[in-house]
């Protein structure tokens, strides 16, 4: 069965670099996601994107962050300068061809901010 | 953003049927109920989906009340392996992004 796979598992950071998490969605995807989770709290979406443009994005998803779709396979969540507050999993997730199909998550990154 | 109301944790003996409910008093019309869960330390998984008829597949069966406010997930037979936090949630009609909340936290005993 197809699946969504993120790079890396664990990303470790100093505070106030940049990252890039990777993802490569399910190959006829066309939506694509990331959600972040906290460690012990709720999964909390941060943006949409459709068609080589953001679709929805949350009050989490500000400046600091942008995504970008470099090429057909992959799907990139990029954040400057991180904050400590950054740390959590990021889940990558892709859906079929029309709104509201099931998402289809990766593994997540852990990204720790020190 | 469409609220649903699940109980915090559920407990159920291996082997056993499992019925985890889920109110959604305020789900428009174009929103299909969707269900997802977590296992521990991995991504959310999606389980099942549906707009008004009832719906199995391979993982659960989902019923649907006539209302729509309300849906029920059922493990047929719970296994260790279906020990998670499960989410309800409804989706699909004025966004397009999943609302998690605290979902129901799932115990199987063996």
């Known amino acids: 069965e197809p699946e969504v796979t993120q790079t890396p598992s664990h990303q470790v950071t100093q505070m106030g670099q940049e990252v890039i998490l990777r993802c490569v969605p399910i190959?006829?995807?066309?939506?694509f996601y990331w959600y972040r989770q906290i460690l012990g709290q709720k999964v909390e979406f941060l943006v949409s994107?459709?068609?080589?443009?953001?679709?929805?994005k949350s009050e989490i998803f500000d400046d600091q962050f942008s995504v970008e779709r470099p090429d057909g396979s992959n799907f990139t969540l990029k954040i400057r300068s991180t904050k400590l507050e950054d740390s959590a999993m990021y889940f990558c997730?892709?859906?079929?061809?029309?709104?509201?199909?099931?998402?289809?998550f990766g593994d997540g990154t852990r990204l720790s901010i020190l | 953003d469409a609220k649903t109301t699940q109980p915090n944790s559920m407990e159920s003996n291996e082997e056993e049927p499992v019925h985890l409910p889920c109110n959604h008093s305020?789900?428009?019309?174009?929103?299909?109920i969707h269900w997802y869960r977590q296992l521990p330390s991995q991504g959310p998984e999606y389980v099942i989906h549906?707009?008004?008829s009832n719906v199995n597949n391979r993982m659960a069966s989902l019923a649907i009340a006539e209302d729509r406010k309300s849906s029920t997930l059922i493990l047929h037979r719970a296994t260790l392996r279906d020990a998670a936090v499960y989410y309800c949630?409804?989706?699909?009609?004025?966004?397009?992004?999943?609302?998690f909340g605290t979902g129901t936290l799932l115990a199987v005993q063996p």
């Open positions: 997730a892709s859906s079929g061809d029309r709104a509201g199909q099931p998402q289809h």
């Open positions: 190959s006829n995807h066309l939506y």
């Open positions: 994107f459709y068609n080589n443009e953001i679709s929805e």
């Open positions: 305020t789900i428009s019309g174009t929103d299909y």
């Open positions: 549906g707009l008004t």
């Open positions: 949630m409804n989706y699909g009609g004025a966004t397009n992004k999943l609302i």
